[in-house]
């Protein structure tokens, strides 16, 4: 099988989406991809428990892609072998009522992950930069300020919200939350595929929405705003990954990679040792309790 590495997948210079595959070639069979999965899903479980134990770091794992793109069943997959109370999936759809009241960012930063666990967010703060964008008018929900009509969304407005996401993401790593972004990255061809398997596969007929079609229809749109959010907001502290997502069990064995090769990095992540007192008394302890059988 292929070596697969974060850094293949990692964005630390500009890119055009254009350029990039949306097919990666392992060289493996399915089932071998299954198993190696497989053992990458039993590392991260164990890897969480440690991180449960240490309690100095959250995980936020942001997914962003085109509908079809696999979002929902790659969350299956990848943290299947979790501990339940280790992972929590956020899947934020349009703002209701309430998270309108608030700021964009509000209710992601009160998703985040409380520290020794992990946060998945299906769809992200970047739909405020990217549906949006393409959809302008739903600015207005957010009664802004100043922001009275579209015309009135300049530029200035975008770099103002990227400044804004930037400036998060880095406050939330300084305090312990590791961040970690990926695009999965369709062809429109695989997305027609898909959409029509929806239509045809009658257990998958309620995933098809018409509204499917006309965001299709805004496709080269949506690549643009998409470019120009990873490239504007990949750091160090808070990468971008673009995962090849045209075999959805490439794309879940190349996440679950790159999340425990970025993860491995923190090297002082370890599980805390007994406690002195508590180690010179396990003779005292052990007594204790088998006087109980």
């Not at 069979?29 to 299954?34: F, G, T, V």
């Not at 997914?63 to 069943?73: E, I, P, V």
């Amino acid at each position: 099988m292929k070596t697969i590495r974060s850094e293949h997948f990692k964005i630390s210079a500009p890119v055009k989406l254009s350029e990039v595959p949306t097919f990666y070639n392992v060289e493996t069979s399915e089932k071998k991809k299954e198993k190696e999965l497989q053992k990458v899903r039993e590392k991260l479980s164990k890897l969480q428990d440690k991180m449960y134990a240490h309690n100095r770091y959250g995980v936020l794992i942001c997914l962003q892609g085109m509908d079809t793109a696999g979002k929902d069943s790659l969350i299956r997959e990848v943290f299947k072998e979790f501990n339940a109370r280790g992972v929590v999936v956020h899947s934020f759809k349009t703002p209701n009522s309430t998270e309108l009241e608030h700021d964009y960012l509000w209710r992601h930063y009160v998703a985040l992950p409380e520290k020794g666990k992990f946060s998945v967010f299906n769809r992200t703060h970047y739909e405020n930069v990217l549906v949006t964008r393409v959809h302008p008018e739903y600015i207005l929900n957010e009664n802004i300020p100043g922001i009275e009509n579209v015309a009135d969304i300049t530029p200035q407005f975008w770099d103002n919200r990227f400044e804004s996401i930037n400036a998060f993401e880095k406050h939330i790593s300084s305090n312990g939350v590791v961040i970690l972004k990926f695009f999965l990255h369709l062809s429109k061809e695989e997305q027609r595929q898909r959409l029509m398997r929806r239509l045809e596969t009658e257990k998958h007929n309620w995933k098809f929405s018409p509204g499917d079609l006309k965001e299709r229809a805004l496709w080269d749109q949506y690549t643009q705003c998409y470019e120009e959010a990873i490239n504007r907001t990949s750091k160090p502290h808070a990468p971008w990954f673009i995962v090849p997502a045209d075999n959805k069990e490439t794309a879940r064995f190349i996440v679950a990679k790159t999340i425990l090769d970025e993860l491995e990095k923190y090297t002082d992540i370890k599980e805390p040792e007994m406690d002195d007192k508590i180690r010179e008394n396990i003779a005292l302890y052990r007594e204790f309790l088998s006087k109980e059988k």
